[in-house]
T-cell receptor
Framework: DVKVTQSSRYLVKRTGEKVFLECVQD?????MFWYRQDPGLGLRLIYF???????EKGDIPEGYSVSREKKERFSLILESASTNQTSMYLC????????????FGQGTRLTVV | LAKTTQPISMDSYEGQEVNITCSHN???????ITWYQQFPSQGPRFIIQ???TKVTNEVASLFIPADRKSSTLSLPRVSLSDTAVYYC????????????FGTGTRLQVTL
């Protein structure tokens, strides 16, 4: 089974802190995604990577950056966390040949206080 | 990616068939239609994908008319455990593009 693992299930950080959310997949997928999910807003794409060191902005990239130094790992970085970044963050991966069949991690519920 | 429109919510009783329709008027020739299911506090899970006519697996059926401007996810004899949010996506699976989810359809199944 494909496994997408997010480093933390729950995280509490202070305003202004630099926050790293890590995601690892074990199926050699080319594509990886970071979403945030808020009540009533569905899943919104933050960033997308289709290869190592390649990234594209999603719909809401402001306040975030990403890093993909290795194929299996995709990190989401909050340079200076703010309370409006309190959310559920979901990582996903997919093979390039079947881009629309993505596999998701369990999510990280981040609270910024 | 083609934009999709689906109902915000639906209610059903246990044992009934549920049909959730998704509208995607500007679907492109190479686009496939994919449905995901999400339970509370979990990431979405792939359910089914199709290009045209009908696709069936052990979980659901997907009906796509000839013009492909809409699709219907059919869940046979739902149970309480089918209570979830269902998302419809349209995109080209051979092209490395961002996957855009909408707000989905919240299905509530009751006794």
């Amino acid at each position: 089974d494909v496994k997408v693992t997010q480093s933390s299930r729950y995280l509490v950080k202070r305003t202004g802190e630099k926050v790293f959310l890590e995601c690892v997949q074990d199926m050699d997928h080319e594509n990886m995604f970071w979403y945030r999910q808020d009540p009533g807003l569905g899943l919104r794409l933050i960033y997308f990577s289709y290869d190592v060191k390649m990234k594209e902005k999603g719909d809401i990239p402001e306040g975030y950056s990403v890093s993909r130094e290795k194929k299996e790992r995709f990190s989401l970085i909050l340079e200076s966390a703010s309370t409006n970044q309190t959310s559920m963050y979901l990582c996903a991966s997919s093979p390039r040949a079947a881009n629309t069949e993505a596999f998701f991690g369990q999510g990280t519920r981040l609270t910024v206080v | 990616l083609a934009k999709t429109t689906q109902p915000i919510s639906m209610d059903s009783y246990e044992g009934q068939e549920v049909n959730i329709t998704c509208s995607h008027n500007n679907i492109a020739t190479n686009d496939y239609i994919t449905w995901y299911q999400q339970f509370p506090s979990q990431g979405p899970r792939f359910i089914i994908q199709g290009y045209k006519t009908k696709v069936t697996n052990e979980v659901a059926s997907l009906f796509i008319p000839a013009d492909r401007k809409s699709s219907t996810l059919s869940l046979p004899r739902v149970s309480l455990s089918d209570t979830a949010v269902y998302y419809c996506l349209v995109g080209d699976p051979s092209y490395a593009s961002k996957l855009t989810f909408g707000t989905g359809t919240r299905l509530q199944v009751t006794l």
